[in-house]
């Protein structure tokens, strides 16, 4: 399914790891730390960590002197590699898969995704949860969140998908779901996307209402610009839900202006940057940049593209450095400096996702924080003779090097390999029956045809295909879906 919003990793680099039976060291690599009274990254070579229950008791700089004992993918993927946002909307959207998935095909399509983003060093997840579309299958995505072992933030689409179960009903399933919590690692959270559209309508004031009775995570989409969909700072500002006892996490922003950002400053609220989404659909960030302060990075729909927030980190880092070195070439200077270091991104990639759901104790490895930590094989063919960590994992890294993911304190990877392997190979089969099923739905489908206007009254404009090949009108080439 559809999964947008913060999520954060916290990385690690090391060479060699100890593992004790009841607590955790893990010693002899350099470890990226972050400095709490500096609020900067902090390089310790040859350290140690060590983990007690779910946090991390100690930071050291010495390595261990003794020896320790052993102790939404979705169905869709692939089928969206050439689409706008106009596409998704039409044909892989919430409201467009509803009909096609089961609650059992929904539960291991989420259960599975969220395996794909564990494996990648995700550690923490904020889900705008589209899928809640019947009471079963609202259900279902929650319990596969649970199920995964992953930090979530599963937030409840309010949405009006049927006569029969609208947003009241959903309030109402919410409420029964919240109170029979017991997850310490899942949290309910709220997504609605309706605040423009109906400001002062039943629903939103229902929806604004939990939110502040609750004060549960709140994401919503943000994308203006010609798009004109709405749910702006200002908007949330207006219904009161925009305030800073309650973490709010909006997707996107794009097109945010000045008054939006002092909005989110003056409430301490966080953006989502989903750098390679918005490149791929078309919504852009042209000014995401300059409230870097106040974001964090997403993933988005990761049937379409990587799962992964190293990705994420190192396309804004470039796109963002060319956005800005344009700037001084059209003067016809050349570059004094680089406007964007990798310190930067590696931050926007862990500690600001942490901090955009609230929480301090997220993204770093510090004395205190949870044991949320990704490790990477520093001697591995792309990594192989670093000096600076930060610039190894940010520029030179691939997924393929993460050799432990631990969350909680607990091992979710290790050794390359998800720690529920065993039953994940029965995952994968379960998976597959379902993605077969579904997207034979969507091959004898047609494509929508984008003529006339966007749903927001906007035109369609021409774009220019670009093609690798000589000749006029080459195309994409064949489809292989």
Not at 161 to 169: C, N
Request: aromatic fraction near 8%.
């Amino acid at each position: 399914m559809q999964r947008s919003g913060s999520l954060s990793q916290i990385v690690l680099v090391l060479y060699h790891v100890a593992i004790a039976a009841c607590a955790k060291l893990l010693s002899g690599g350099t470890i990226i730390a972050f400095d709490q009274e500096t609020e900067e990254l902090k390089v310790i070579r040859n350290g140690s960590v060590l983990i007690d229950g779910d946090r991390i008791v100690s930071v050291s700089d010495i390595a261990s002197p003794f020896d320790v004992p052993a102790g939404g993918r979705t169905v869709f993927k692939t089928m969206g590699s050439n689409t706008t946002l106009a596409d998704y909307g039409s044909r892989y959207s919430a409201l467009v898969a509803a009909p096609l998935f089961t609650p059992d095909d929904l539960y291991i399509s989420q259960l599975a995704g969220i395996y794909e983003a564990m494996a990648a060093g995700v550690t923490t997840i904020v889900d705008h949860a589209h899928h809640t579309w019947t009471p079963d299958t609202s259900a279902a995505g929650l319990r596969a969140s649970v199920d995964s072992g992953a930090r979530m933030y599963w937030a409840y689409t309010f949405q009006n998908s049927s006569a029969e179960f609208g947003i009241p009903e959903q309030i109402a399933q919410w409420k029964e779901l919240a109170a029979s919590m017991t997850s310490n690692l899942t949290q309910l959270a709220i997504a609605y996307d309706d605040f423009t559209t109906n400001p002062t309508g039943a629903d939103t004031l229902a929806v604004a209402d939990l939110i502040r009775e609750s004060k549960s995570l709140l994401t919503t989409h943000h994308v203006e610009g010609p798009w004109l969909l709405g749910n702006s700072p200002e908007d949330l500002h207006r219904v009161g839900v925009l305030n800073s006892s309650t973490p709010v996490v909006i997707a996107h922003a794009a097109f945010l202006d000045v008054r939006g950002a002092g909005l989110l400053r003056s409430t301490n609220q966080h953006i989502s940057i989903t750098a390679e989404s918005e490149m791929h659909y078309g919504h852009l960030h042209p000014t995401s940049h300059l409230i870097m302060d106040q974001a964090s990075l997403g993933v988005d729909t990761h049937m379409t593209f990587s799962t992964d927030i190293l990705t994420q980190a190192r396309l804004w880092l470039q796109s963002t450095r060319y956005r800005v070195y344009q700037n001084t070439i059209d003067r016809f200077q050349v570059p004094a400096q680089n406007p964007f270091s990798v310190n930067q991104a590696f931050l926007l990639a862990t500690r600001n996702g942490g901090l955009a759901v609230g929480r301090k104790d997220l993204g770093v490895i510090a004395l205190g924080a949870q044991a949320d930590l990704v490790v990477w094989e520093g001697r591995s063919p792309g990594m192989l003779g670093w000096t600076d960590p930060v610039a190894a994992v940010i520029l030179h890294a691939s997924v393929g090097d993460i050799t432990h993911v631990l969350i909680g304190g607990t091992f979710k990877k290790r050794d390359g390999r998800l720690v529920d392997a065993r039953y994940y190979d029965e995952v994968q089969d379960r998976f597959l029956a379902s993605a077969r099923r579904i997207q034979k739905v969507l091959k004898d489908t047609p494509l929508p045809s984008q003529e006339g206007s966007f749903l927001t009254g906007t035109p369609y404009g021409y774009v220019m295909q670009l093609d690798a090949k000589r000749g006029e009108g080459t195309g994409y080439g064949p489809s292989f879906v």
